[in-house]
């Protein structure tokens, strides 16, 4: 009986031995949409975002926020327009209409009589208002439409102070019996074009939130790198200045610093003066976020390990740890330039910040100072609108850079 049970494994052993193996199942591959944050099966595009570096992670996880791609796209169209001003301006800065003063914004019109014809505007006629004690203008509809002109010759300008030039991108209409008006945003108490002035005076606000930011970016980092990689009394002397600037109102200490800009300054250097005022103020987040961070990572292993090495503390810290969380600086920094904006903004408002003939949307908010002013001629005020969009969006954008930049997201 043993001998037959025997046999019989014997045999089946040979069988299997004979059989030929089945193929092993194909490897299988999730098609659907890739997500980054499964893992059950990795696939090639998930394999891929695994194996990104820092900065492709982060801008694969900023592209999730839309609202931030939506106001960094914002923000580059600004930015851009800043580099070509005097051709998209359909005045020059300081061209002025005697005859039409606070011109309250004109439509812009495509149909005349039930007929295409394209943009155009309509001439003005002017009454004064003796009770209200102001223009009136009204548009003639009966006369002909007056079409807007494109990619034309207009006042001359130097571009950039430097190129001399006179091509427009948009230009007021004109004919054989002369040149019409056109101030898509109104005009000022001496005839000024408000969109033109709206378009120079955002080389100067936006410009200043990026040449401050970046004083504000070294001195933090500069501070911050100290007190967080020495430690000590290093790092107590930094804490208390830091604690004694924000303890101060921000308001107060820009006016007292920029009243004591000499009056005899000539308005490039006042320019400069408040900048530097501005990142002189702001560092104090910036360093403390550094010192922060800086406080963790010296006693990572990669930071022993370069000082065991006879790396110095200045290459330590901007080549081994700086790098390691520039992201969070970065964003940091995004979300620190509309204080700036904001605070050239409010001290040119007040009187004491950029001036003529220099232009920023503080100084033409300056104008509608008064109540009186404001009631009558409301459009002075809309050099608010770009200030209220470009605040918003640095800090949308911040608020993704923040998250994305985030490695526990």
Same mark, same amino acid.
């Given at each position: 009986? @043993?001998?037959?049970?025997?046999? =019989?494994?014997?045999?089946?052993?040979?069988?299997?031995?004979?059989?030929?193996? $089945?193929?092993?199942?194909?490897?299988?591959?999730?098609?659907?949409?890739?997500?980054?944050?499964?893992?059950?099966?990795?696939?090639?595009?998930?394999?891929?975002?695994?194996?990104?570096?820092?900065?492709?992670? !982060?801008?694969?996880?900023?592209?999730?926020?839309?609202?931030?791609?939506?106001?960094?796209?914002?923000?580059?169209?600004?930015?851009?327009?800043?580099?070509?001003?005097?051709?998209?301006?359909?005045?020059?800065? @300081? $061209?002025? #209409?005697?005859? #039409?003063?606070?011109? +309250?914004?004109?439509?812009?019109?495509?149909?005349?009589?039930?007929?295409?014809?394209?943009?155009?505007?309509?001439?003005?006629?002017?009454?004064?208002?003796?009770?209200?004690?102001?223009?009136?203008?009204?548009?003639?509809?009966?006369?002909?439409?007056?079409?807007?002109?494109?990619?034309?010759?207009?006042?001359?300008?130097?571009?950039? *102070?430097?190129?001399? *030039?006179?091509?427009? &991108?948009?230009?007021?209409?004109?004919?054989?019996?002369?040149?019409?008006?056109?101030? &898509?945003?109104? $005009?000022?108490?001496?005839?000024?074009?408000?969109?033109?002035?709206?378009?120079?005076?955002?080389?100067?606000?936006?410009? !200043?939130?990026?040449?401050?930011?970046?004083?504000?970016?070294?001195?933090?980092?500069?501070?911050?790198?100290?007190?967080?990689?020495? *430690?000590?009394?290093?790092?107590?002397?930094?804490?208390?200045?830091?604690?004694?600037?924000?303890?101060?109102? #921000?308001?107060?200490?820009?006016?007292?610093?920029?009243? !004591?800009? +000499?009056?005899?300054?000539?308005? %490039?250097?006042?320019?400069?003066?408040?900048?530097?005022?501005?990142?002189?103020?702001?560092?104090?987040?910036?360093?403390?976020?550094?010192?922060?961070?800086?406080?963790?990572?010296?006693?990572?292993?990669?930071?022993?390990? =370069?000082? %065991?090495?006879? =790396?110095?503390?200045?290459?330590?810290?901007?080549? #081994?740890?700086?790098?390691?969380?520039?992201?969070?600086?970065?964003? $940091?920094?995004?979300?620190?330039?509309?204080?700036?904006?904001? *605070?050239?903004?409010?001290?040119?408002?007040?009187?004491?910040?950029?001036?003529?003939?220099?232009?920023?949307?503080?100084?033409?908010? @300056?104008?509608?100072?008064?109540?009186?002013?404001?009631?009558?001629?409301?459009?002075?005020?809309?050099?608010?609108?770009?200030?209220? !969009?470009?605040?918003?969006?640095?800090?949308?954008?911040?608020?993704?850079?923040?998250?994305?930049?985030?490695?526990?997201?």
């Amino acid at each position: 009986m @043993n001998q037959r049970v025997e046999s =019989a494994s014997s045999e089946a052993s040979r069988s299997q031995s004979v059989r030929p193996e $089945s193929p092993p199942p194909a490897h299988y591959v999730s098609t659907a949409p890739f997500d980054p944050l499964s893992v059950e099966v990795v696939s090639a595009a998930q394999e891929k975002f695994y194996m990104a570096s820092q900065w492709r992670m !982060i801008w694969l996880r900023l592209r999730r926020h839309r609202l931030a791609v939506i106001s960094g796209f914002v923000l580059v169209l600004m930015y851009a327009a800043i580099l070509v001003v005097e051709f998209l301006a359909p005045y020059g800065l @300081n $061209s002025r #209409h005697v005859d #039409h003063i606070y011109v +309250p914004p004109q439509r812009v019109h495509l149909f005349h009589q039930g007929r295409f014809i394209g943009p155009f505007v309509y001439d003005l006629d002017y009454h004064l208002d003796m009770r209200k004690m102001r223009r009136v203008y009204t548009a003639k509809t009966e006369a002909s439409p007056r079409p807007i002109r494109f990619f034309c010759r207009g006042d001359p300008y130097r571009f950039w *102070g430097v190129l001399p *030039g006179d091509i427009h &991108l948009v230009c007021p209409p004109k004919d054989a019996t002369g040149e019409a008006p056109m101030f &898509l945003l109104g $005009s000022d108490r001496l005839g000024r074009d408000m969109l033109s002035r709206i378009l120079y005076g955002m080389r100067i606000s936006l410009t !200043i939130g990026l040449i401050g930011i970046s004083v504000s970016f070294v001195l933090g980092m500069l501070f911050g790198g100290l007190a967080g990689y020495y *430690g000590g009394w290093v790092d107590d002397l930094v804490q208390r200045m830091i604690e004694m600037l924000r303890s101060i109102p #921000h308001l107060p200490l820009w006016l007292a610093l920029a009243a !004591i800009l +000499p009056v005899t300054w000539s308005p %490039l250097l006042v320019y400069f003066g408040i900048t530097i005022i501005l990142g002189l103020i702001d560092w104090t987040g910036l360093a403390r976020a550094v010192r922060s961070r800086l406080l963790s990572l010296r006693e990572e292993d990669f930071a022993i390990a =370069a000082k %065991l090495m006879g =790396a110095s503390p200045q290459r330590i810290i901007f080549r #081994h740890l700086m790098p390691s969380f520039m992201s969070h600086l970065i964003a $940091s920094a995004t979300l620190a330039i509309p204080g700036m904006i904001l *605070g050239e903004t409010a001290l040119s408002f007040l009187g004491l910040g950029i001036r003529a003939p220099i232009t920023s949307w503080g100084v033409l908010l @300056n104008e509608a100072q008064s109540v009186n002013v404001v009631v009558l001629y409301p459009w002075l005020m809309l050099p608010m609108v770009p200030v209220i !969009i470009v605040v918003l969006a640095f800090n949308f954008l911040g608020d993704g850079l923040r998250d994305a930049a985030d490695p526990y997201r």
